[in-house]
C-alpha cells in the first residue's frame, strides 16, 4: 500500500494496523472472564454475570471535552483515557451499577500508533482499577477533520445492577446529610474557561510552576478524574446510600437535583466545601463570580452522597477515603441551594 | 447566562439546554418497553428482554468517517444519524445479535440546536428501524477542536443473542455459496479518497449532476448506509446462515477473512460482483487499480452471507431482498481471493 491512493487521500491503514498490534496486548490485560470474544471480530461478546436474580443494564457515553488540549500542549497522552473511564464509571455508577465493559472512540486526523498506544493504556488502566474490561473501540483516521497532533475520544459504559436496588434517589428524604467526596482539580469540566483564564488571559505557558498551586499549569489541569467507585462501593452494596450524584459540568446546581425527589432541596453550606485552590485562583484571576463558579466547577468535590443520620456511622467505617459533611436535605422543590 | 465567562470562553450552557428540549421527544419516540429510565437521569437503565434462556451481550462503536464532510457541503445533517446507526447494526448483527439500544456521541466547537436535532431526528430514524431504543448520548461543545459548522459523530451499540445461537463463523465449510447483498453506495466507507476523486481531482460541486450516476455528487455520497438487519433477520432465526461479514473499511479482502475459519477461503468471482456506477466512475477517474478499489470500497455488495447449498432455497424465501450469488467457499488458509 505504499503508493496506493488511498494514503495519498491522507488514509493510512498500515499505520492502523501498527497501531492495532501495539494495543492488542494491552487491551487483552483488561479482559475479565466474562468476555467471550477477542478483538478483531465485528462486535464483542460479553456474557451477563452470574448471581443476578433480576438485573438492569446501565449505560452510559461521554469524552474528555476540552481537557484534551492540554493532553496536545505537554505530549502527555496516557491519563485522559483514565479520565474518560472514571468520568463514565461515577455516572453509572451514581445509580448502584457495577461496571462490566467499556468501548471507546478514538478519532484524528492522521493517525500516530505511538499516542494512540498512551491513550488506549490509559484507557486499560482506568478500566483495570474499575474492575472493568475494555472490550472494543473504533479508531478513525479523518483527514481534514482535525488539527496536526490533536485527536478526539469518546467512551461508551455498560454496568450492571440488580433492579430493586438501583439508586434513583427516591429514598432520599428531609434531615439526610449531604456527604461529599474530594476531587482532584477540575476533573473534565469547565476546561474551556480555565484554559481561557490560564493561557490567554495570564498568558501562562503548560510548564510554568504556579505557587498556589504548588505545580505546574500543565501538571495541574491534567489531574486525573477521580473514580468513586472503588472507594464507596462497599457502602452502595450494603445499601445504606440513598442518593448519589456526580458532580460534572453544572456543579453542584445542575447535578445535586437530576437525583432529587419533588419534594426536597439541598442545601449546601459553602464554607462547608473544600475549595480546592485551582478554583480560588481561577474565581480570582478570571474574575468570575462565586454562582458562575459553583455551576461551571465542581470547587473540589467530585461525588455527592446523600445518607440518613442512623447510616452515617457505618458510611464513614466503610468509606476509606476523605468525607465532608457539605449540606443537608430539606423539604423543597427539587432544587440545590447554596448557603 | 448571557454574559457569562464561560459563554465567553466559546462553551453556550443555554444553547446545550435548548438542544435538548429539541431532541428529548424525539428520542423518546425510540423507546422500547425495556426503556426503564428517561432522560436526564446520569446512565439509562434498560431491562434485559425476556425470552432468553442464555443470553450475551454484544456491542460495537463506531463512527461516520469523513462522510460527514459532505454533510456539511450540503447542509444535509438528518441523514449521517442513520448511517451511524446502521453501520453499528451491521457490525453485531453479522454475530446474530438483536439490536437493543444505541447511545451518540456528538462533538462540534459551536453548537447549534437546529443541527443538532437534524443529527438526532436521523439517529431517531435509523433506530427504530431497527427495533432499537436510543437511549443516550453526549453533546460535547468543544470550542477549537471543530471548524465552524463542522463537527463529529460516534455511536455504540448493545445487542443481545442466545449464546449458543452467536454466529462465529464456525460452521463455515468448503462448498458454502457466498451471497452478497447490494449496498446503496460507499456506504460509510472510502469517503476520504472518493472526496479526493471528486472536489479536488475531479473539481465537482456537491450540486453537479454526474450522467454516469444518474444524480448530483452530494446525492450520490449522501446514500444512506444500509441496515441489513430487517431484510435478514429472519435467516439467521431459522439458523440457515453460516456466517456473515459486513463489508466495510478493508474490503472483501480484510472483513471476510474475519469470520472464516482456518482452513477455509472465501472465492469471489468479480463477474459475479454488480458494481455500482460510482466505484466504476472512481476507479476510472481516480486512476485506481482494481486491487485497491477492492480493499477500500464494498464496490456495490454490503453484507456477505455463507449458506449451505441445501439450505439456499429457504434462504432465498426468507430474504425479502435482491441476492447475487458472488462466489463459493473452498479448502483453504482464511484468505479472501478475487478471481
Keep these: 500500500m505504499e503508493d496506493s491512493k488511498y494514503k495519498a487521500a491522507g488514509v493510512n491503514i498500515d499505520e492502523q494496523d501498527k497501531a492495532i498490534d501495539k494495543i492488542k496486548s494491552i487491551v487483552k490485560t483488561t479482559f475479565t472472564p466474562d468476555v467471550l470474544t ?5 462486535g464483542t461478546l460479553f456474557q451477563i454475570p452470574e448471581g443476578f436474580k433480576n438485573p438492569v443494564l446501565i449505560s452510559s457515553c461521554d469524552g474528555v471535552g476540552t481537557k484534551l488540549k492540554v493532553a496536545f500542549m505537554t505530549g502527555i497522552h496516557n491519563t485522559v483515557g483514565q479520565d474518560l473511564v472514571n468520568h463514565c464509571v461515577n455516572d453509572i455508577f451514581v445509580q448502584g451499577a457495577k461496571p462490566l465493559y467499556f468501548l471507546d472512540y478514538i478519532a484524528t ?39 496536526e497532533g490533536e485527536y478526539d475520544i469518546a467512551g461508551f459504559i455498560t454496568g450492571i445492577a440488580e433492579r430493586d436496588k438501583v439508586l434513583t434517589g427516591e429514598k432520599i428524604k428531609p434531615g439526610d446529610l449531604i456527604i461529599g467526596l474530594k ?37 495541574e489541569l491534567l489531574k486525573i478524574h477521580k473514580s468513586y467507585y472503588p ?16 458532580i460534572t459540568g453544572g456543579g453542584f446546581l445542575d447535578n445535586i437535583p437530576r437525583v432529587l425527589p419533588e419534594d426536597c432541596d439541598a442545601i449546601i453550606k459553602k464554607d462547608r466545601v473544600p475549595v480546592l485552590p485551582v478554583f480560588k485562583f481561577l474565581i480570582e484571576n478570571g474574575d468570575i463570580s462565586e454562582k458562575e463558579a459553583y455551576r461551571v466547577f465542581n470547587m473540589g468535590i467530585g461525588m455527592v452522597c446523600m445518607v440518613s443520620p442512623e447510616n452515617i456511622e ?4 466503610l468509606v476509606k477515603d476523605e468525607v465532608f459533611e457539605i449540606g443537608v436535605i430539606e423539604q423543597g422543590f427539587k432544587k440545590a441551594v447554596l448557603i
Design 38 to 42: 477477542g478483538i478483531g471480530s465485528f
Design 231 to 246: 472507594v464507596l462501593k462497599d457502602a452502595v452494596k450494603e445499601g445504606i446510600i440513598n442518593g448519589m450524584a456526580h
Design 109 to 147: 486526523g492522521k493517525l500516530y500508533a505511538g499516542v494512540v498506544e498512551d491513550i488506549v493504556s490509559g484507557l486499560a488502566k482506568g478500566c483495570k482499577e474499575n474492575g472493568m474490561s475494555l472490550i472494543g473501540g473504533e479508531m478513525a483516521e479523518m483527514p481534514g477533520f482535525y488539527s
Design 314 to 317: 457505618k458510611f464513614y467505617s
Design 183 to 219: 476531587s482532584t482539580g477540575l476533573h473534565t469540566n469547565g476546561y474551556s474557561l480555565a484554559r481561557k483564564i490560564f493561557f490567554e488571559d495570564l498568558g501562562l505557558k503548560v510548564d510554568d510552576y504556579v505557587d498556589d498551586l504548588g505545580c505546574t499549569v500543565g501538571e
